[in-house]
């Protein structure tokens, strides 16, 4: 008799998918709470970088981002759940989800882009062992990372040069 578990069914994948990606997407709603209130008083009167972007911009990137860290961490979970094999990867995955709060956080919330800037490191460090965890469990997980840290290391950039620029 094969044993049926609850996310073995079709339906119940998509669930737990949807589940993940609005996990991701809270992240970045969290991190709004504090970025939306700055963009139009204290961001709007910073000296940038000529390579700065729209504002309008970031959101979507953004909801791409989280979309995709989501897909990522799915596809970890449907092959491992949270099991002793995947334990490093979620560590590294569920650390570098808050620090892209707490980014916003310090950033626009507290506006320091000089604490935010050595913030950023840190979540670049842990977004790249995410990708190096999840490589060894699921490739495709990993590449959905790309895209993110590529944006990171461009707003490594933005945020070390609106910090010297101020």
């Not at 991701?24 to 504090?34: D, K, P, T, V, Y």
């Not at 729209?54 to 970890?76: D, E, K, Q, R």
């Amino acid at each position: 008799m094969k044993l049926t578990l609850p996310w073995n069914k079709p339906h119940d994948n998509y669930l737990v998918l949807t589940g993940f990606v609005l996990l991701a997407e809270a992240a970045g709603i969290l991190g709004s709470l504090f970025t939306f209130p700055a963009i139009s008083s204290w961001y709007a009167y910073l000296n940038k970088p000529f390579f700065s972007p729209p504002n309008y911009l970031f959101g979507p990137v953004w909801t791409l981002l989280y979309l995709l860290m989501g897909i990522s961490a799915y596809l970890v979970w449907r092959k491992y759940q949270f099991g002793k094999k995947s334990r490093a990867f979620w560590h590294v995955y569920w650390t570098q989800l808050i620090l892209n709060s707490l980014w916003s956080i310090l950033f626009f919330g507290f506006q320091l882009p000089s604490l935010a800037f050595f913030e950023i490191l840190a979540m670049w460090y842990f977004i790249a062992r995410t990708i190096q965890e999840s490589r060894q469990l699921s490739p495709w997980s990993s590449y959905l990372f790309y895209p993110y840290i590529l944006w990171v290391s461009f707003a490594s950039l933005l945020n070390l040069s609106i910090w010297l620029l101020n």
